[in-house]
């Protein structure tokens, strides 16, 4: 009885009490808004953080464009084309500074060779090709300054329909005399820039020659023991059993080897890999390294699914490693891509020989969303990853190319949200020669407008607060204070204090609750809209994943 004569009382004011619930409604709205979006901007941050990685790659700036000349045999005169040069190669330790707290520290990553006479490496495994090693004699004394016609003896590697082939010393302004009678060993491929020119024969040029890439840890090229005039050489009785001769059959082995060498690539994430980390490269099958196996340097790999399914491999299954050669210039999938632009013997004239030898398991199948190119950043088609600590021998001597950092081989890891703080420190150190590239898949502009968000949430906080406390205390003076007159009939009429109260405070407290909970439907309605609007999704990736 006491709290319907409450709730009476009230209404004989409806102007105030409609006006009571609508501005306590609002402040709940303001209130439940503040919190929810606070909350849930709170939450996506953490996820973002949880979900998201940002990496940074590392490139040395060229520090000049230099021209030079190259012999055209077809045009009669030399040709000009530019290049970039750099300075001496900076080290990866140029990156180690305290003010980052890395996730993963800065790797230099070469590729590695491993060769396995079991190996299959393409879909159709055969010695054809444009490269051959031939021993052939001109057909009269020429000079190869314009295409000569060499007769075909003997095919020491690759193979060829034909005994007879058109030669030229395209590359050349002064070639040496080739005699007829005499015998030449020579490593020719397709000129492609000017096939069918002599009737419908193709025409061949030199090859790579047989003198060493090899180059030392520091990055000084290391001098060959023997070095060859003129990339072809007059084979006589015995020939093969002098340094020059051994050289060729090194050479011709190292080639053999290269048909069966599949790259394998160290690393301490695969985050830390380009093709992994923008999803151009993708577990299909098994699982990717775990942390543990990084750390612990575990003999466990990654293989392509084109390599795999070649030769009958699967999660699982054993792999032998035999790794023979570092390539610290290039990436897997550019070197292979291009055709490969260094020797494969060592400066003494010999195959290198294997520096590593393991069985990795298999852990897991990748495949690609695109093949193989000239960039850099794409997988070599038969590229195997593996634990850069799984290796644990030196690959000082068996350096077939180096060269300076690259945004393909060269990364790090930082935690997300420190790409400013990090460039800041680092231009602190006055290194002009490296260009550094973040790479966080939209985390800072997400994380931008989180906090947007979150900063919204705590003014809509704040006001629902400020609003509902003066909310309370004007109404309270209105339907507390100013009823003096109310309290005293009730006295007087013998209701206990306690009962006064409540006649007092039933009203409001009912109309508190009406609001409250409208204002937090509508609040949570309103969270909905909003948040919808805030984090809708700005690019599509249903066709892509850039």
Not at 317 to 341: D, I, K, Q, T, V
Request: charged share 20%; aromatic share 12%.
């Amino acid at each position: 009885m006491v709290i319907w004569n409450s709730i009476k009382q009230i209404w004989r004011t409806p102007i105030k009490t409609v006006l009571f619930l609508l501005l306590l409604t609002l402040s709940a709205v303001l209130l439940s808004l503040g919190c929810n979006l606070w909350q849930r901007s709170t939450v996506n941050i953490k996820a973002f953080e949880d979900t998201f990685t940002t990496i940074g790659t590392v490139q040395q700036k060229a520090s000049a464009i230099k021209s030079d000349y190259q012999w055209n045999a077809e045009k009669k005169t030399n040709m000009l084309y530019t290049y970039p040069a750099y300075n001496a190669p900076i080290p990866v330790s140029a990156l180690g500074f305290e003010d980052v707290g890395y996730i993963q520290p800065p790797e230099n990553r070469p590729y590695y060779g491993a060769y396995h006479p079991d190996y299959v490496t393409r879909d159709f495994m055969n010695d054809s090709g444009s490269y051959m090693i031939i021993e052939a004699t001109p057909l009269k004394d020429s000079i190869p300054a314009d295409p000569i016609k060499l007769k075909i003896k003997r095919v020491l590697l690759g193979s060829i329909d034909t005994d007879e082939i058109w030669f030229c010393d395209y590359y050349n302004p002064k070639p040496e005399m080739m005699f007829a009678g005499k015998t030449y060993v020579i490593g020719v491929q397709i000129n492609y820039a000017r096939q069918d020119v002599v009737g419908n024969a193709r025409e061949y040029v030199p090859s790579v020659g047989i003198n060493s890439s090899q180059f030392a840890p520091d990055g000084t090229r290391i001098a060959d023991d023997v070095q060859m005039e003129t990339p072809w050489d007059e084979v006589t009785v015995g020939y093969y059993e002098t340094p020059s001769g051994k050289r060729w059959v090194e050479l011709i082995k190292a080639n053999e080897y290269m048909q069966r060498t599949i790259p394998v690539t160290p690393t301490n994430s695969t985050n830390l890999l380009m093709p992994f980390y923008n999803g151009d490269a993708f577990i299909i099958s098994g699982q990717g390294i775990s942390e543990a196996e990084y750390a612990s340097g575990a003999a466990v790999c990654l293989v392509s699914r084109k390599f795999a399914k070649r030769n009958g491999l699967s999660v699982g299954s054993s792999l032998p490693l035999p790794l023979y050669f570092a390539n610290y210039r290039e990436s897997a999938g550019r070197s292979f891509s291009m055709g490969y632009s260094f020797s494969l013997i060592n400066a003494k004239g010999e195959l290198y020989p294997v520096f590593a030898d393991s069985h990795y398991t298999i852990v897991g199948i990748y495949d690609v969303s695109s093949g193989n190119d000239t960039t850099g950043y794409r997988m070599s088609e038969n590229e195997v990853v593996i634990p850069s600590a799984s290796v644990k021998s030196s690959d000082e001597n068996n350096i077939v190319a180096y060269g300076p950092m690259m945004g393909y081989n060269t990364s790090f890891q930082i935690p997300n949200g420190e790409a400013e703080r990090y460039m800041e420190a680092w231009n602190t150190r006055g290194i002009q020669d490296l260009e550094i590239k973040f790479y966080d898949k939209g985390y800072s502009k997400l994380k931008k407008g989180l906090e947007s968000s979150k900063k919204i949430s705590l003014v809509l906080l704040a006001s629902g607060i400020i609003t509902t406390l003066l909310i309370l205390v004007f109404f309270c003076h209105l339907f507390i204070s100013k009823q003096k007159k109310r309290t005293a009939i009730e006295r007087s009429l013998g209701t206990s204090k306690a009962r006064c109260t409540i006649s007092l405070l039933a009203g409001i407290l009912l109309i508190v609750i009406m609001g409250s909970t409208l204002g937090s439907m509508a609040g949570f309605w309103l969270t909905e809209k909003t948040a919808g609007q805030i984090n809708k999704e700005t690019f599509d990736t249903i066709y892509s994943s850039w």
